[in-house]
């Protein structure tokens, strides 16, 4: 289901005044009002294909309705975010949960819906149905040569199928590992794992980067092979110039300093992409900024001025992607609301004075630090992200609009209430 851009001028025309004098009230204080929506109006953030239907945990899933149950229908649900925020031009897709059988139609369906193919996803951390080899212990890590090609082959033919959709990068999460202590070698998992990333990285058209993605546990509960920024960073700095670590949030151990992380990563040149999501406790993959939007904010400061020292381009330099799961919530209310934090927190950022803050750390004016930092961070942006929608031909109010327009009820109506999509 597409919105006509009647119905989001209709909408905008009715929140009109009440938007300009919330605008009026925030422009006045900020001295590059401008330059800053423009700046809000380019960052796109990608919306990951396995996340457009209801997740569940390993006690069950509560399904919702109406779930896009193909490709196609999936590139439509991003493409009706991306008409209600301009703010979602790309979709990261996951194999072998969204194959793509025919990449011209795909190609012209997003060419359509505005959208671009962001990082393809490989999947060697289950076993499909028919598979020769099973990855109970391990997939590129694996004791077995024979696995360990099984899913090297699975990693090109997910490069072959992003070649074919003009995407440029391939992410790879592992959930290699053991379980137990004494289960595995923890060199020889290494070293396995260095050498079959080494044949996918080979496989890497020139113009592509490899991420390579850490998470401290999980599936596995001893020790995880790709487990820390520390053991990311070896894989991509051994791989060479296109391999990358890649962030996401929830991957860490409690209290992690992921700012710090973030800003060294940044420094040493092998931060490549990034998936927001929030947490309490584990990878619990919630609406990003839900629980933690101090941290988030954090974080965006080390990217905007880690970014900004090396000259970096905000909007393609990195990669930006939501890797969240929708267990109460709608999954397509959901995402709006996690764009919004990431924006959010990006235009509070841009908000630090950094001449300033570097006159503070340089006095040693810790009170002056915090003051800097706190005051971007309780500046109320969101006039100035409605703005940049306005501009950018979106909605003033996204969910306000999705839920006028009876959007989910009308999906029910198109797929039915049992459509169910492919993903976590
Ligand atoms: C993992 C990890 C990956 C994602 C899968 C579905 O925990 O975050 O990025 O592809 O989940
Ligand atoms: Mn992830
Ligand atoms: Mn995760």
Not at 14 to 19: E, G, I, N, S
Not at 250 to 255: D, E, K, Q
Not at 382 to 396: M, Q, S, T, V, Y
Request: hydrophobic fraction near 40%; proline fraction near 4%.
């Amino acid at each position: 289901m597409l919105l006509t851009k009647l119905q989001i001028e209709q909408h905008n025309e009715a929140l009109l005044k009440q938007h300009q004098r919330n605008f009026e009230f925030v422009s006045g204080c900020i001295p590059n009002a401008d330059a800053l929506i423009k700046k809000l109006i380019d960052f796109q953030v990608a919306i990951p294909s396995w996340a457009l239907g209801n997740g569940g945990t390993r006690f069950g899933r509560f399904a919702g309705k109406g779930e896009p149950s193909t490709l196609e229908q999936k590139l439509e649900d991003v493409g009706l975010l991306h008409q209600l925020n301009r703010s979602s031009g790309a979709i990261s897709l996951h194999i072998p949960w969204d194959i793509p059988k025919d990449a011209g139609a795909l190609k012209q369906l997003a060419a359509q819906l505005d959208l671009k193919f962001d990082a393809m996803n490989s999947n060697t951390f289950q076993d499909q149905p028919g598979q020769q080899l099973s990855y109970k212990f391990g997939s590129l890590q694996h004791v077995d040569k024979a696995v360990r090609q099984q899913a090297i082959d699975h990693n090109i033919e997910v490069i072959k199928y992003g070649k074919e959709l003009g995407a440029e990068s391939l992410t790879v999460w592992l959930a290699d590992g053991s379980c137990f202590p004494g289960q595995l070698n923890f060199r020889k998992a290494f070293n396995n794992t260095l050498d079959s990333l080494g044949i996918i990285y080979d496989a890497l058209p020139d113009n592509w980067k490899m991420f390579v993605e850490y998470k401290a546990y999980e599936p596995n509960f001893y020790s995880t092979t790709v487990g820390d920024w520390g053991q990311s960073y070896l894989f991509a700095s051994k791989l060479g110039d296109k391999a990358y670590t890649l962030v996401d949030l929830g991957h860490h151990l409690p209290n992690a300093n992921i700012e710090q992380i973030v800003a060294l990563l940044l420094n040493e040149k092998k931060l490549g992409g990034f998936h927001f999501n929030d947490s309490k406790y584990g990878d619990d993959d919630l609406t990003v900024g839900s629980i933690k939007p101090y941290q988030l904010f954090l974080i965006f400061k080390e990217l905007v001025e880690g970014m900004d020292a090396r000259g970096m381009d905000h909007t393609k330099d990195l990669g930006w992607m939501i890797d969240a799961s929708h267990n109460v919530k709608d999954p397509l209310e959901d995402l709006l609301q996690s764009v919004e934090a990431i924006k959010i927190a990006y235009a509070q950022a841009l908000l630090v004075d950094p001449k300033k803050l570097e006159a503070a750390q340089q006095n040693n004016d810790v009170v002056l630090a915090q003051e800097l930092l706190q005051g971007a961070y309780r500046t109320d942006v969101r006039p100035l992200l409605a703005a940049a929608r306005l501009k950018a031909g979106a909605a003033l109010d996204p969910i306000g609009l999705y839920r006028q327009l009876k959007v989910r009820e009308q999906l029910v109506k198109e797929r039915g209430e049992h459509a169910v999509a492919t993903g976590l």
